[in-house]
């Protein structure tokens, strides 16, 4: 959705932040991860995520895989990855393994780590045809506990 710039005045005017291009970075500790989201994050199960007046949307998910080793999981999602038919592994030899995907309207960077027993997969959704500088800028503020 494009804004005008009468409309984005109007909405600053409401009281929010629609067309505000700055974000305001909320820390979050998501277990073995300490991240910051540029948006106001909600939970729901396993998923925290949030979402950009822009469409970005930026979220972790955290998976349970006690009883499996971390080569096995490096092995299993690096699999995965090659499976997909608009999937591109960036870097698959260590955690965090990195990869990009397509899919019908939206692109997807993906970080994953495996700590603990525990898978988790912080991605950012975009629909531009490349990713916008605040995805760079919200995984350099993902760091392991």
């Not at 870097?91 to 990009?100: H, Q």
């Amino acid at each position: 959705m494009k804004i005008s710039l009468p409309a984005c005045a109007v909405l600053v005017l409401a009281g929010t932040a629609a067309c505000d291009s700055k974000p305001s970075w909320q820390p979050r500790d998501v277990g073995a991860l300490s991240l910051e989201f540029p948006c106001k994050p909600e939970e729901s199960a396993a998923v925290v995520k949030c979402s950009r007046s822009d469409g970005t949307t930026f979220s972790v998910a955290t998976v349970d895989k006690e009883g499996l080793a971390p080569e096995q999981q490096l092995a299993q999602t690096k699999a995965y990855v090659e499976g997909m038919p608009k999937s591109e592994l960036l870097e698959g030899g260590s955690f965090p393994l990195k990869w990009r995907e397509v899919r019908t309207s939206e692109a997807y960077e993906n970080w994953q780590w495996y700590q603990g027993g525990k898978e988790y997969t912080v991605r950012a959704a975009y629909t531009s045809a490349t990713p916008p500088p605040i995805v760079a800028e919200f995984f350099s503020k993902v760091k392991v506990k």
